[in-house]
């Protein structure tokens, strides 16, 4: 293509991706225009062929950079690690905040997450994405995306929310901070990541979650961010922030408030019995669990003083 370099997504004839989300991905990706987003060049669709043509990124995907086998996770410093995380959030303001209408994309993960020659990351494969209509502030439907980035009230209810996106933004920002996968569990501890990150948490012994790979890091900044991960990643919905309110905390020197974090659920029988006790201590209250409703989140700055974050 006059020597542009290009990537080429091919679906096989077995694709667990069908028609329907080959032309979602297609009608999603060819509206949306952002730095963090995926661009789409062109596609094909004759006969039972499918065929996606992108942008190139040289650093392949998050998932092989920092989580592969072979991958040297040495070479993501923390301020290419800080500067991912903000780039992954941005994007999803914009899906979330600037289009009309919303988009909610319910497959954010590493290897959806692609990386270019300055490793600034590119939220990609909309193949699930779900465009909200006006007024509408959740939808009931069948769950898509990848086990370990589900938010609760979504992988047990089928209840979306742009909360979904948040909750897997959470996980994936944790994975960052850590080195470590969500999807699976690892020797040290014997735990999935967000149950071992949060028995630190308790601890007061956050700081262990760090990457051994960082040889350098901003111990007050890191901890911002593990703090932030844990509010995205809480068991109810509506005490998740918007990505407005992320992107105010991971960017700017905050105190935020511990107490404010409440447990994340990482079991599936825990998130069950999480949204039952939740709903019945919230069922005569204005906030329910199946609101969308931004929360206040306290924190403090050394420059500014927060009282809480209203939705914007």
């Known amino acids: 293509m006059n020597g542009v370099v290009v990537a080429i997504k091919v679906l096989s004839t077995e694709s667990r991706q069908g028609v329907s989300e080959f032309l979602t ?3 999603v990706i060819t509206n949306v225009k952002h730095p963090n987003l995926v661009e789409l060049i062109g596609c094909c669709a004759e006969s039972s062929n499918r065929i996606l043509v992108y942008e190139f990124l040289e650093n392949s995907s998050l998932d092989r950079a920092l989580l592969g086998r072979n991958c040297d996770a040495s070479k993501l410093n923390w301020h290419i690690r800080s500067e991912i995380c903000l780039g992954i959030a941005r994007g999803i303001i914009h899906l979330h905040e600037d289009l009309v209408p919303p988009i909610v994309h319910r497959d954010i993960k590493p290897s959806n997450i692609l990386l270019d020659s300055n490793f600034a990351p590119k939220i990609g494969d909309f193949g699930v ?5 006006d007024n509408i502030t959740h939808i009931s439907t069948r769950v898509a995306g990848t086990t370990g980035y589900l938010a609760p009230e979504y992988a047990l209810q089928g209840h979306l929310t742009k909360k979904a996106d ?3 933004f959470g996980v994936v920002l944790l994975e960052i901070i850590t080195g470590r996968s969500n999807s699976r569990s690892f020797s040290e501890c ?5 149950e071992w990150v949060w028995s630190l948490f308790e601890e007061n012994s956050l700081i262990e979650v760090v990457d051994p790979a960082l040889e350098e890091y901003p111990q007050e900044q890191v901890l911002r ?3 932030v991960a844990l509010f995205c990643t809480q068991a109810a919905a509506a005490r998740r922030p918007s990505m407005l309110q992320v992107v105010d905390m991971l ?3 905050v105190q935020l408030n511990d107490e404010e974090i409440t447990i994340p659920c990482y079991m599936e029988e825990d998130s069950r019995k999480f949204i039952r006790s939740f709903r019945a201590k919230n069922s005569n209250s204005s906030q329910k669990y199946s609101t969308s409703t931004d929360t206040t989140i306290p924190f403090t700055s050394s420059q500014v003083t927060f009282t809480e974050i209203s939705p914007r």
């Open 225 to 227: 961010y593990t703090k």
């Open 190 to 194: 014997g735990k999935p990541l967000l």
């Open 25 to 27: 991905e297609i009608d």
């Open 129 to 133: 994405a779900k465009l909200f209509p």
């Open 166 to 168: 948040i909750y897997s």
């Open 251 to 253: 960017s700017m020197p």
